[in-house]
DNA sequence: AATAGATATTAACATTTCATTAAGAAATTT
DNA sequence: AAATTTCTTAATGAAATGTTAATATCTATT
């Protein structure tokens, strides 16, 4: 049972920042850790989130503040605010950010995870940005991403894997265009190394074989640098 | 500045009603108070409410019943829980009948007030219910979910079970399009897990099993990601 | 309360889908 | 020519799904 849904943590204590990770992950939540305002924001940017987890009391940039600008950012993501003692003031604060939700430390996990759930169960998926393009026209092919099918007009039609799926969707939001190789890989594969290259190169090899079907397609690879769909 | 929201305040205790009755009153809300979960349910049906605030604790009908009986009809409006402090498990099935928030008793006012105002603020849910449609025709069959009846034209009749019954009509509501395994599930069993999902395979067999009375008609797994009732 | 019938869940096993890794060939760069 | 990067096929194991049957739970009626 796969949930995939991703988790911003943001915590200062690095003992309790690792438990409360763990324990998310351990149900199926992919967590990423942030110990201090500052590099939350970061990582906040720098991928997509389902939902954030805030500590409201954090050394160099506190919680709130944290919260304002990523709501400056999304303003549909759901925040949760941890505070120390029941602050009232911290969680009025915190509300009138947006937050979706406030626990008072100490608090019990399975409360947690049960307003998580709760909160992500009636915000689907706020993640999936392009949420709308999920259609595509390219060549002799009608591509429908969420569906997962390539239909060769005419011909076959071919059900995509989810990873052939993702990588022939970036390809063809970049048609003609470079799709360089660490972007993919840290899009689909989370993760950048010999290994997960190797198996995007695999998968750039089943896409390949799909578009033979229209001869004037093709994958060009730039050594080096990544791949390219083009016609011609 | 007249907000116009209506709330349903359900709670036994008749001083503490009518004190928290008055303080939303003061606060711009129009608030109908109910002293149990009868009256409660009664008041709910005859007139709309925005948001509904329910003890748990009350005497005939507990306020957990009560919002079971609420979500059977309404499945969108937000619900708050009232709770003795420390009744866990209280908090905990309140979560899984659907609730949006508890508080514990005694609580502050103020949080409470910022609680309704983060509630009636999020941005309405996309899920314009087709609540009122319940009699569908998809190729050969008509199929009723009021009456849980699913009749292939010329052929044989098939009472439904309500889990089967409410399968079928999220299915036909997205005829050849995806339907996510995970909304379904968080729909129609209240929880995503891996033994929900397993019953949720089960009742995709006993579907396909009525449908092969017409052959055209398919549901097809998108692996990972959930099912798609399609013609052809 | 007791029981039968309907409904729902869980178990068990078979099948399918999928991602990764290995391994050797080919292409490209230095 | 040596080193690096890419190409392709095949093998493997893990995870998701299909299916039937065995339990468990619920509901209505005696």
Redesign the pocket.
């Known amino acids: 049972?796969?949930s995939n849904k991703r988790i911003l943590l943001v915590e200062d204590d690095p003992n309790f920042g690792r438990i409360l990770k763990d324990y998310l992950t351990l149900n199926n939540y992919e967590v990423s850790l942030a110990v201090n305002g500052i590099e939350g924001f970061e990582k906040f940017n720098r991928s997509d989130f389902d939902l954030c987890i805030l500590d409201i009391m954090m050394p160099f940039k506190d919680g709130l503040t944290l919260a304002r600008e990523i709501r400056e950012v999304n303003e549909l993501i759901p925040l949760i605010f941890l505070t120390a003692k029941n602050l009232k003031d911290d969680v009025l604060k915190g509300y009138k950010i947006g937050a979706d939700d406030y626990l008072t430390k100490p608090f019990d996990s399975e409360i947690l995870l049960a307003k998580i759930k709760s909160i992500l169960n009636r915000k689907p998926n706020v993640s999936t940005e392009e949420k709308d393009t999920f259609e595509f026209e390219f060549g002799d092919f009608n591509f429908n991403s969420k569906l997962?099918i390539l239909t060769h007009k005419e011909g076959e039609s071919f059900?995509?894997?989810?990873?052939?799926?993702?990588l022939l969707k970036m390809l063809v939001l970049n048609f003609d265009d470079l799709l360089p190789?660490d972007i993919a890989l840290n899009k689909?594969?989370r993760d950048a190394?010999?290994?997960?290259?190797?198996?995007?190169?695999?998968?750039?090899?089943?896409l390949?074989?799909y578009l033979d079907n229209d001869p004037s397609l093709k994958?060009?690879?730039?050594?080096?640098?990544?791949?390219r769909l083009m016609k011609e």
């Open positions: 049972m796969k997962r059900k995509l894997s989810p990873k052939e799926n993702q190789r689909i594969w190394n010999y290994f997960t290259s190797r198996s995007m190169d695999v998968y750039i090899a089943k390949r074989k994958i060009i690879n730039v050594h080096g640098e990544g791949f």
